[in-house]
């Protein structure tokens, strides 16, 4: 079975402060794919990231960093100096090695204010 | 990149009438489309699996003579709401899968049943 956790559901900061998102994950799959996405009030899901099981560097991407540990099944996101355009639900999602669907978690609901 | 179409953006109906949802690859061929729901506040759901040309896999729980999925070309996927009811409102999402794995999602129909 898969199961992606989310603990935070909602999450509220100032601009220019920094946020982590955190994500925990299951599976019994050795392969697998983990993804970020962003859901902004308009609905449509902007893809963020994938990283494949066998890749456990860092990246970062302009404000954006994920730390990914598989010792602790964690695949967490950083947002630095926020912006209040970083406002959106954010999901995490896990890919077993067969097929293509997604399980997702609840979402954390970022709000950056000015 | 890859752009997946979805129609309508949002549908109000009467409680007891049927409504189609659209989702069309537009520059590539997708031999696999998911379905997901999402309600209020919630996490993306999967309801479907969909290959061109052969019948949808359903998640346990959904009623499959209730969402009707047709995969009928390689290009297009449909979600039909059969005599949906105010329970059936919701945020309905397609995606689609490329032949390279990836994938993209639809920007999503919001259906109202009154």
């Known amino acids: 079975a898969q199961k992606v956790t989310q603990a935070q559901t909602e999450i509220s900061v100032v601009e220019k402060e920094d946020v982590t998102l955190d994500c925990v994950y299951e599976t019994r799959d050795t392969t697998y794919y983990l993804f970020w996405y962003k859901q902004p009030p308009s609905g449509e899901l902007v893809f963020l990231i994938r990283?494949?099981?066998?890749?456990?560097q860092n990246e970062i991407s302009g404000r954006y960093s994920w730390n990914f540990q598989k010792s602790t099944s964690s695949f967490n996101f950083t947002i630095t100096a926020s912006q209040v355009v970083d406002s959106a639900v954010y999901f995490c999602?896990?890919?077993?090695?067969?097929?293509?669907?997604?399980?997702f978690g609840k979402g954390t609901s970022l709000l950056v204010t000015p | 990149g890859a752009v997946v179409s979805q129609h309508p953006s949002w549908v109000i109906c009467k409680s007891g009438t049927s409504v189609k949802i659209e989702c069309r690859s537009l520059d590539f061929q997708a031999t696999t489309m998911f379905w997901y729901r999402q309600f209020p506040k919630q996490s993306l759901m999967l309801m479907a699996t969909?290959?061109?040309?052969?019948?949808?896999?359903?998640e346990q729980g959904v009623e499959k003579d209730k969402f009707l999925i047709n995969h009928a070309s390689l290009t297009l996927s449909t979600l039909t709401v059969t005599s949906a009811h105010p329970e059936d409102s919701s945020f309905y999402i397609c995606?689609?899968?490329?032949?390279?794995?990836?994938?993209?999602f639809g920007s999503g129909t919001q259906l109202s049943v009154l």
């Open positions: 990283r494949n099981s066998f890749d456990e």
């Open positions: 999602a896990l890919r077993g090695y067969s097929g293509y669907a997604l399980n």
């Open positions: 969909s290959n061109e040309g052969s019948k949808a896999t359903y």
């Open positions: 995606s689609a899968a490329t032949g390279n794995e990836k994938l993209f």
